[in-house]
T-cell receptor
Framework: NAGVTQTPKFRVLKTGQSMTLLCAQD?????MYWYRQDPGMGLRLIHY???????AKGEVPDGYNVSRLKKQNFLLGLESAAPSQTSVYFC?????????FGPGTRLTVL | SQQGEEDPQALSIQEGENATMNCSYK?????LQWYRQNSGRGLVHLIL?????REKHSGRLRVTLDTSKKSSSLLITASRAADTASYFC??????????FGSGTRLSIRP
């Protein structure tokens, strides 16, 4: 099993550009999450999904959209990137009480 | 704001010593978890303690939970160089959301 994978690993955007981050899991987990981690800080929940076709807002949802069209994929979109969205983005899926994390996507917005 | 706050923010100890990290949270929880993050990596689940438990052990890890004080501690005994990482507590006050604290950066000196 590959576990949780994220693409891309790195990306540099200009202010106003859009992009989509892809998270995929092959563990048949219902719950999936998107977090952002800023330097020296913990993870802040952006959006999450409790199953295919459902999404919900987390702590810091503004400026992001998500979709869960397929159970194994959870997409995070930035419609108009801003420098404040420079961060490392982590995706996770959940089985029971344990979360399994992807390796992260480092995004820089200039 | 984040649910959990770890203390201290950074800790440096000699190899072989014990390391203790604390976590305080704000609202009632179902359970509390501890995760480790090595530099540049995603988080890895270490241990979970349920709200009706007071202490739990796993190898060199010991976790305590005091729900009356809304606090938890993580003790790593006989520390090793490989324990150098950031440690985060995470709580789930609802069935679907897991919220992370800001983390403790642990450095083990050889």
């Amino acid at each position: 099993n590959a576990g949780v994978t994220q693409t891309p690993k790195f990306r540099v955007l200009k202010t106003g550009q859009s992009m989509t981050l892809l998270c995929a899991q092959d563990m048949n987990h219902e719950y999936m999450y998107w977090y952002r981690q800023d330097p020296g800080m913990g993870l802040r929940l952006i959006h999450y999904s409790v199953g295919e076709g459902t999404t919900a807002k987390g702590e810091v949802p503004d400026g992001y959209n998500v979709s869960r069209l397929k159970k194994q994929n959870f997409l995070l979109g930035l419609e108009s990137a801003a420098p404040s969205q420079t961060s490392v983005y982590f995706c996770a899926s959940r089985s029971g009480n344990e979360q399994f994390f992807g390796p992260g996507t480092r995004l820089t917005v200039l | 704001s984040q649910q959990g706050e770890e203390d201290p923010q950074a800790l440096s100890i000699q190899e072989g010593e014990n390391a203790t990290m604390n976590c305080s949270y704000k609202t009632s929880i179902n359970n509390l978890q501890w995760y480790r993050q090595n530099s540049g990596r995603g988080l890895v689940h270490l241990i979970l303690i349920r709200s009706n438990e007071r202490e739990k052990h796993s190898g060199r890890l010991r976790v305590t939970l005091d729900t009356s004080k809304k606090s938890s501690s993580l003790l790593i005994t006989a520390s090793r160089a490989a324990d150098t990482a950031s440690y985060f507590c995470a709580t789930d006050s609802s069935a679907s959301k897991i919220i992370f604290g800001s983390g403790t950066r642990l450095s083990i000196r050889p």
